[in-house]
């Protein structure tokens, strides 16, 4: 576990953030980021701070060969890169799944390894590897200092939980960066405003899908259902971009411009365009460095067909060492390429609209149970459980309280594009005076945000963000 939410936020963030504007020169403010995100890491990962000190290392020196050699020991030095920073993720994520899996398919014994899983291991691997394969490609330069390319993989607004960043993207930014009083302000109000998201909403979204997950078999009813579902759909959107908006915004705070990792998902009208919006980082990720290496759709039909299923496939690998994040991922694979097989975009848009909300719910449900079986069980109840009785009933009524029914109302609210149309319109149809006293009022709300969360934290109970697992 990483730092508890209030020494966080009361200790930690505010000694960096002042340490990082009393230092002199860019090259000390790296110094103080490097200590402050490795302190971050190791305060709940003592021994898995070398671990990645180490991968970071290695990356590092791959990156040096890569860059200054030609021929196949450049090669060799990509493949040991790359072999190596999977090797430890399939080792620490994977180990458990692949043996208790042959032992189920093949009736065989193997012990079962029982490894602990580095926090956000998932994430600062695919940064590491797209530092060395950008710069074997030579769209980035192989970097002198190892305390840079540790920076890079270590930085802690997004260390655990993404976005992930390319290299390139913030490669200048290590060596030369000035934030005005301005970025300060925007980042810190995007803070607060993720950090809203996560504690007000997807925590209490949280509550009520793990209460009524956890009652006896059969106690589930379809109403009971479709909030679970309704529930963990908004839980998973405002807890992951959350994470993304505070990670965005201290990283604009410290002078780093790290790029958007949600645009709107639930406003999409097609599976394809949910994909274009939903975890842009990843998305983007698995695009460059696997679907185009492997032909995209450059060489036939069928050879697209198989790359997007084993994209779509390592996408839910990625994910969780599961066979519902399996099962998820080849869900929305198959969805892809059944829109282009059938005349799908010919519909208005509003009902592609419900279907893909529809399917992204559901299939949210498999992403979310512990098991397919459960995951089966739900989904079925929310169509065919509507046989109520009292205790199926106050189940799902107790949990329709004020505070749950604020969060939902809001969640639907502010998870569409309406927010962005209104700033827009006030842009166009507003005089510049009114523009200007919204936006100060904008900051007024971002404090006040912050005080709800503290509050909301201090008397409640640690609910750690969903992709610290990953």
């Given at each position: 576990?990483v ?5 966080f ?86 180990s ?6 042959v ?43 190892y305390?840079r ?17 390319k ?76 994470y ?10 410290l ?6 990792n ?19 980082s ?12 492997l ?56 009902l ?52 749950f ?27 510049a005076?009114?523009v ?35």
């Open positions: 576990m730092f508890s939410s209030i020494v936020l009361c200790a930690f963030l505010p000694v960096t953030l002042v340490l990082d504007r009393l230092m002199p020169s860019v090259r000390a403010r790296n110094a103080v980021l490097i200590v402050a995100s490795l302190v971050f890491y190791a305060y709940g990962e003592p021994l898995f701070v070398l671990l990645l000190v180490a991968s970071t290392l290695f990356v590092w020196v791959s990156g040096r060969v890569v860059g200054s050699c030609e021929g196949v020991t450049r090669r060799v030095a990509l493949f040991g890169a790359v072999v190596v920073n999977l090797g430890l993720l399939v080792v620490f994520k994977y458990a799944f692949l043996v208790s899996s032992n189920a398919l093949l009736g065989l014994g193997i012990p079962v390894p029982s490894l602990p899983l580095p926090l956000g291991i998932s994430f600062y691997t695919f940064q590491a590897l797209s530092y060395v394969i950008d710069v074997y490609r030579g769209d980035a330069e192989p970097q002198r200092s305390p390319v540790l920076l890079y993989v270590s930085l802690f607004p997004q260390l655990v939980a993404g976005p992930i960043v290299y390139r993207d913030i490669a200048q930014e290590m060596s030369e960066r000035q934030e005005t009083v301005t970025d300060v302000a925007l980042g810190l109000r995007r803070f607060c405003m993720g950090l809203g998201k996560k504690v007000l909403i997807a925590n209490t979204m949280a509550q009520v899908v793990d209460e009524l997950l956890a009652l006896p078999e059969g106690s589930l009813s379809a109403p009971g259902a479709w909030l679970v579902a309704f529930a963990y759909l908004m839980q998973i959107y405002y807890d992951f971009s959350g993304s908006d505070m990670a965005i915004g201290l990283g604009r705070v002078g780093f411009h790290f790029r958007e949600f645009e709107h998902p639930y406003a999409s009208s097609s599976v394809r365009e949910f994909w274009r919006r939903w975890h842009i990843l998305s983007t990720w698995l695009r460059d460095y696997l679907y185009i290496p032909g995209g759709n450059r060489k036939g039909t069928r050879r697209t067909v198989v790359n997007r299923i084993i994209v779509f496939l390592l996408c839910g690998l990625w994910h969780g060492a599961n066979w519902t994040f399996v099962v998820w991922g080849l869900l929305h694979g198959a969805a892809l390429l059944v829109e282009e097989a059938l005349p799908l975009r010919r519909l208005p848009k509003a592609g609209h419900l279907l893909t909300i529809l399917f992204v719910m559901l299939t949210f449900v498999v992403f979310r149970c512990d098991t397919l079986a459960q995951s089966g069980d739900v989904i079925a109840t929310m169509f065919c459980g509507w046989q109520l009785d009292e205790t199926s009933l106050i189940a799902v009524a107790s949990q329709l309280t004020p505070f029914l604020t969060a939902a109302v809001s969640s639907i609210l502010l998870c569409g594009s309406l927010p962005g149309r209104v700033t827009i319109a006030m842009d166009d149809h507003l005089s005076k009114v200007s006293a919204a936006e100060a009022a904008s900051y007024c709300a971002a404090l006040v945000l912050l005080v709800l969360c503290l509050a909301h934290l201090a008397g409640g109970t640690y609910n750690p963000f969903i992709y610290f697992r990953f």
